[in-house]
């Protein structure tokens, strides 16, 4: 069965800190998904990014960056420089018999000025 | 482009009564999809659907029901509301499969937040 975890219930940084929010999956699927999702205090779900598991390479947006490790089963997000307005919690989800999703309980960031 | 919308945003809602809660998206998005999301946890899948008139079962469809007519809307019913409902309904939206295996990213509606007292 395939299972998401994201060991850091919630992380605390001061702004400008650098910072690393962890996933870890299980699956039995030789192709799949990963995705991060950002839910803001407002409740929203907002797409960050979609990994295919035959692509390994790192990914880096602005002061985003995410490392995937198959071999670790790990898809870990960092954000470069943190900001207030990263304070939300974020999702790493897996995708799994076609488009259905299994999310992770989610990390819940705090950026305190 | 409206997206994903959802109504309404706020219920409350009897043990025992029902409703209908409503999505619609203006993408031609042939995937949809129900998440519910119990506070402090991450989202469940409770029913999705891959084009009109085709529904299935997700992780945790007891007490729902949902019907697909049009590309457009997909709506999920409560039924016998229960204290064990109360959370928040997601839907969402993708991209058909562009190839075996594709799997797109899904749009998300603002959420409808049901209270069952």
């Known amino acids: 069965a395939q299972k998401v975890t994201q060991a850091q219930t919630e992380i605390s940084v001061v702004e400008k800190e650098d910072v690393t929010l962890d996933c870890v999956y299980e699956t039995r699927d030789t192709t799949y998904y990963l995705f991060w999702y950002k839910q803001p205090p407002s409740g929203e779900l907002v797409f960050l990014i979609r990994r295919n598991s035959f692509d390994e390479q790192n990914e880096i947006s602005g002061r985003y960056s995410w490392n995937f490790q198959k071999s670790t089963s790990s898809f870990n997000f960092t954000i470069t420089a943190s900001q207030v307005v990263d304070s939300a919690v974020y999702f790493c989800a897996l995708s799994y018999q076609g488009g259905k999703l299994i999310f992770g309980q989610g990390t819940e960031l705090s950026v305190k000025p | ?117």
């Not at chain 2, 999809?33 to 119990?38: A, V």
């Not at chain 2, 469809?61 to 049009?70: C, M």
């Not at chain 2, 229960?82 to 998300?108: I, N």
Request: with cysteine; aromatic share 12%; hydrophobic share 30%.
């Open chain 2, 1 to 117: 482009n409206a997206g994903v919308t959802q109504t309404p945003k706020f219920r409350i809602l009897k043990i025992g009564q029902s409703m209908t809660l409503q999505c619609t998206q203006d993408m031609n998005h042939n995937y949809m999809y129900w998440y519910r999301q119990d506070p402090g946890m991450g989202l469940k899948l409770i029913y999705y659907s891959v084009g009109a008139g085709i529904t299935d079962k997700g992780e945790v469809p007891n007490g729902y029901n949902v019907s697909r007519s049009t590309t457009e809307d997909f709506p999920l019913r409560l039924e016998l509301a229960a204290p064990s409902q109360t959370s928040v309904y997601f839907c969402a939206s993708s991209y058909s499969l562009l190839r075996a295996g594709e799997v797109d990213e899904q749009y998300f509606g603002p959420g409808t937040r049901l209270t069952v007292t």
